[in-house]
């Protein structure tokens, strides 16, 4: 034996004992997170799922890192702990945007872990009824890209559903190319039309003169790749996988912060965090300055607004309503005051849940 394997078999036998003391120590922690769900159970609780829980034990992970493993992988690793955890006492239905294989599938599985039985659906719609008849416990919709902006469907059906936003995701979005050849023979890309909107630039500068098609999701697009050499995809690393498509070019989106916000809705009311979003549903009385003085408490008590958008109202012509997230809790004592007065001042207000920060 080489003096250099003699160093591997040592240092293997290192990592060895580490991992049956990391072991040792999982299965402590995962007999605790029963003892703590049979607490719940007897205290007659609907859910065990407790996402303010989580996102302290994920801050608390990563304020303790020192490296070298980065931020996100920590913050997987503890998440992935979580979901197990609880998947053995109450495994979670979680439905989201399908079909798998898309950011929407990777988003939900970023936030709850691989421990959850997923439903793919085919509509924004389809995930809010399901979560309303209970058929899953969450759900997981997009509703904003940071290049590409609003997605008005997920809005729209916060005005006539009665669930919560209990959480929000961030998944920074890598767009690829994809196929079953090379470029040279492809007469087309398709992909969902904002991946093929986030990727406009890439697309003239490498792929001038082919048509760009949009598909139903990104997922679609590699299923149509997968069938048609002449087809090329852009989708992500997850829908390359499913559809065993070669990876042409990878990170094309012309912005590397590309990121897509999700949120989870379902029937929970979280507890607050100390870093949370309070999200609200307001319209202001039909009279001159009504914007300003629907929003001037939260400027006078310094309350940050971190969001808004507009959409019509669906009941009038040309009467709107506003879709606006600010920083808090609706039981930080600030918050609760200054959303009493804009309850006042509002012609119509809807609190759509206060939920913990998005976390890594
Ligand atoms: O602290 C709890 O309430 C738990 O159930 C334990 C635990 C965990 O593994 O840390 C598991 C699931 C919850 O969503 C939050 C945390």
Known sequence: ????????????????????????????????????????????????????????????????????????SVARVFREIMSACLALESPLKIAFLGPAGTFTQEAALKHFGQAVETLPLGAIDEVFREVESGNAHFGVVPVENSTEGV??????????????ICGEVALRVHHHLLGTGATSAARRVVSHQQSLAQCRE???????????????????????????????????????????????????????DNTTRFLVIGDLDTQPTGADKTSLLLSGKNRPGALHRLLAPLARHGINMTRIESRPSRRSIWEYVFFIDIEGHVRDRKVAGVLKRLEGEAAFYKCLGSYPKAVA
């Open 202 to 256: 890439w697309l003239d500068a490498h792929l001038p003169g082919i048509d760009r098609v949009s598909v139903a999701s990104n997922a679609e697009a590699a299923r149509l790749a997968a069938a048609d050499s002449g087809t090329l995809a852009i989708a992500g690393d997850s829908a390359a996988g499913l559809y065993g498509l070669t990876i042409l070019a990878t990170n094309i989106e012309d912005r590397p």
């Open 1 to 72: 034996m080489t003096k250099e394997e003699r160093r591997l078999r040592e240092l293997r036998g290192k990592i060895d004992a580490l991992d049956e003391k990391i072991q040792a120590l999982l299965s402590r922690r995962a007999r605790i997170a029963q003892e703590v769900a049979h607490s719940k159970a007897r205290n007659g609780d609907k859910y065990f799922y407790r996402p303010e829980r989580e996102a302290e034990v994920l801050r608390r992970a990563l304020e303790r890192n020192r490296g070298p493993l980065p931020d996100e």
């Open 151 to 164: 997605v008005n469907h997920t809005l729209d059906m916060f005005l006539a559903s009665s669930l919560k």
